[in-house]
Each structure stands twice: as C-alpha cells, then as structure tokens.
C-alpha cells in the first residue's frame, strides 16, 4: 500500500500562487508516476499534470500548462505542484495520484493504483 497526503490548498486571490504538496509512503517512491488531478463542484474530475518517476518526463493540461509545474524530490518522498497565475476556473480539490505506468496517470482512470484525498483550492476573484 502507498499512502498518499496532499497539502497547501488554501484561499488565494485571482493572478496568486500556490504551491501543492504530496506526501507518499509506504512504497519505493521513485519506481511510481506521481500525477495531480482535480474536481470542481458539479464537475467531472479531470487531469493536471504527470511526473515520471525520475522526473525525466512531465504532462500538463492544455488549461494549465505555462501556469503550473510538477516536479518531484524522490529523497523526501515529495511530489509538488507549483500553480502560478490563478484563475478562479482552478477554483477544485486537487488529487495527487501515484502508478507505477505514467501512461496510466496520464489517462487519469480508475485503474490508477493509489489516490489521496485532496486538498481544496479556491481562488477568489
């Protein structure tokens, strides 16, 4: 089993930052794809961002990409989020999601192995 503990969602104003934390354990780190997804009330949850597990290779959303960055510290277990730029359309509880196979947690299904669950970010107009 792998535990997955998101924090740093909060409350911010429109053109703010944030930066998302997500704590693993109890499974060899760097052997997973660590991905961020999030869910906006009355929406479908949808795909943010994918990490390989080395952090060679990265994904993002059409919506978010030159906004937001996902990075990872396999030492301290640690994957991140850095949003920049908030719009008040990334207003959701944010996901981290862990799968041996990054093409898994890019598409973002239920077969993705592990799931935390959540952190809520809400950006103010």
């Known amino acids: 089993q792998m535990q997955l503990v998101e924090s740093g969602g909060e409350l911010v104003q429109a053109g703010g930052s944030l930066r998302l934390s997500c704590a693993a354990s109890?499974?060899?780190?760097?052997?997973?794809?660590m991905g961020w997804f999030r869910q906006a009330p009355g929406k479908e949850r949808e795909f943010v961002a994918a990490?390989?597990?080395?952090?060679?290779?990265?994904d993002y959303a059409d919506s978010v990409k030159g906004r937001f960055t996902i990075s990872r510290d396999n030492a301290k277990n640690t994957v991140y989020l850095q949003m920049n730029t908030l719009k008040p359309e990334d207003t959701a509880v944010y996901y981290c999601?862990?799968?041996?196979?990054?093409?898994?947690?890019?598409?973002?299904?239920?077969?993705?192995?592990?799931w935390g669950k959540g952190t809520l970010v809400t950006v103010s107009e």
């Open positions: 999601a862990a799968d041996q196979l990054l093409d898994v947690v890019r598409r973002g299904g239920d077969d993705i192995d592990y």
């Open positions: 109890g499974r060899t780190f760097s052997s997973y794809a």
């Open positions: 990490i390989s597990g080395l952090g060679r290779r990265t």
